[in-house]
Each structure stands twice: as structure tokens, then as C-alpha cells.
Antibody, heavy 121, light 106 residues
Framework: EVQVLESGGDLVHPGGSLRLSCAAS????????MTWVRQAPGKGLEWVSS????????HYADSVKGRFTISRDNSNNTLFLQMNSLRADDTAVYFC??????????????WGQGTLVTVSS | EIVLTQSPGTLSLSPGERATLSCRAS?????LGWYQHKPGQAPRLLIY???FRTNGTPERFSGSGSGTDFSLTISRVEPEDFAVYYC?????????FGQGTTLEIK
């Protein structure tokens, strides 16, 4: 059974850093791109970042470019999102999702339940 | 950045009625997908490549469109279909979602 499980969400001060993790199981992790999507309170879904299966290709939303870094450890089936210079508008539930292909851009067929990041003083 | 505009914002229907949700792109795109999202749950992929249902997407859901205009149709709405629906393009980074259409019970 395919599963993705996010962790690492927390309350952090503006300007602070946080690293989210997503543990994957039930599929050959390196064969699939992975993606982070977030949802701010009362708002819609916002795509954040995607990474190809081998890790060689990354894409970012303009709102996080230069502050967030996506990475993956294919040996341990884990996806990461390093978030620096956090702002109040980064407050959201962050979802990890498995792509349908090793390449990015083919939609996300399995999602986790999300982890909450709150940026507040 | 490609902007996706969904309409209507809210659609109020009774079970058994037909639902048509629209998604307009700010520039021509090759395809898009549709996701269903219920409160407290993970989003669910319904349609990819404009018109292909995932395994497990009921046949009452269908997608169509091309260029800048796309739609998701539910032939007869079931009680479990009331949710928020998002269109999403992931062919041209940065990838983007529409703002969502809420399908609510009338």
C-alpha cells in the first residue's frame, strides 16, 4: 500500500527555519517525482515545489524561491523541504504528494494528511 | 506564471443534478488535472491529462477542454461528491492551481 507521511510541522517565529520530512513507503521511491503543496487557513491549494525522481530537477513557486529548498534521500525513501526566512504568510498545512512519473509535471496520485506550520511571534 | 481561473466560485446543486465546473487558463496549456478536496482529508486526483480518470474515479466524472478552456462534469451528483474542486496545471513551471469551486448541497 502506498503511503506518504509528513512530519516536522511546528510553531516558528518569523525569520526562523524549519525542515519538513515526508516518509514514503509502498512504492519504489526513486522512480517517482515528489511534490509539496500547501493550504493556508481558509485558502485554496498552492503548489510549492517539485523534484524529479533522481533529484536532478527542481521547481519552485515564486513565493518560496530562494527561501525553500526541496531535496530527497532515495536511500531512505524520504522527501524534505527546508524552509528558511519564514514569514507569516507561510503559515499553512503542508502536504507531501507522490507524482505519477519519475519526471515532474504528471500530477499527484497519492497524498499525505499534511503537517501544520505556523509562523507567528 | 499561468493563472487558472475557476468558475463558479460556489455551485449549489441537489443530488442527482448535473454539475459543470470551469477552469480558464491565462495562456494556452496542453492539459490539466482536477482534484477533489474535502475538509480534513488529503486531496484526491480525479482527472489527469484533461480527460483521463484515475483508477477509482467514478465514471460520472469526466473532463474535457483544450487551449485555455477546460471543464469537469459530474453527470449526476452523489452525496459524497460535495467538496471543493481544483484544477491544476503542471506542464509549465511554476505550476499553479485554480482558486477552487465549492460544490455544496442545495
Amino acid at each position: 500500500e502506498v503511503q506518504v507521511l509528513e512530519s516536522g510541522g511546528d510553531l516558528v517565529h518569523p525569520g526562523g527555519s524549519l525542515r519538513l520530512s515526508c516518509a514514503a513507503s509502498g512504492f519504489t521511491f526513486s522512480n517517482y517525482a515528489m511534490t509539496w503543496v500547501r493550504q493556508a487557513p481558509g485558502k485554496g491549494l498552492e503548489w510549492v515545489s517539485s523534484i524529479s525522481g533522481g533529484g536532478g530537477k527542481e521547481h519552485y513557486a515564486d513565493s518560496v524561491k530562494g527561501r525553500f529548498t526541496i531535496s530527497r534521500d532515495n536511500s531512505n525513501n524520504t522527501l524534505f523541504l527546508q524552509m528558511n526566512s519564514l514569514r507569516a504568510d507561510d503559515t499553512a498545512v503542508y502536504f507531501c504528494a507522490k507524482d505519477r512519473s519519475v519526471l515532474t509535471g504528471y500530477h499527484y496520485d497519492y497524498w499525505g494528511q499534511g503537517t501544520l506550520v505556523t509562523v507567528s511571534s | 506564471e499561468i493563472v487558472l481561473t475557476q468558475s463558479p466560485g460556489t455551485l449549489s446543486l441537489s443530488p442527482g443534478e448535473r454539475a459543470t465546473l470551469s477552469c480558464r487558463a491565462s495562456q494556452s496549456i496542453s492539459s490539466l488535472g482536477w482534484y477533489q478536496h474535502k475538509p480534513g482529508q488529503a486531496p484526491r486526483l480525479l482527472i489527469y491529462n484533461t480527460s483521463f480518470r484515475t483508477n477509482g474515479t467514478p465514471e460520472r466524472f469526466s473532463g474535457s477542454g483544450s487551449g485555455t478552456d477546460f471543464s469537469l462534469t459530474i453527470s449526476r451528483v452523489e452525496p459524497e461528491d460535495f467538496a471543493v474542486y481544483y484544477c491544476h496545471q503542471c506542464k509549465s513551471p511554476p505550476y499553479t492551481f485554480g482558486q477552487g469551486t465549492t460544490l455544496e448541497i442545495k
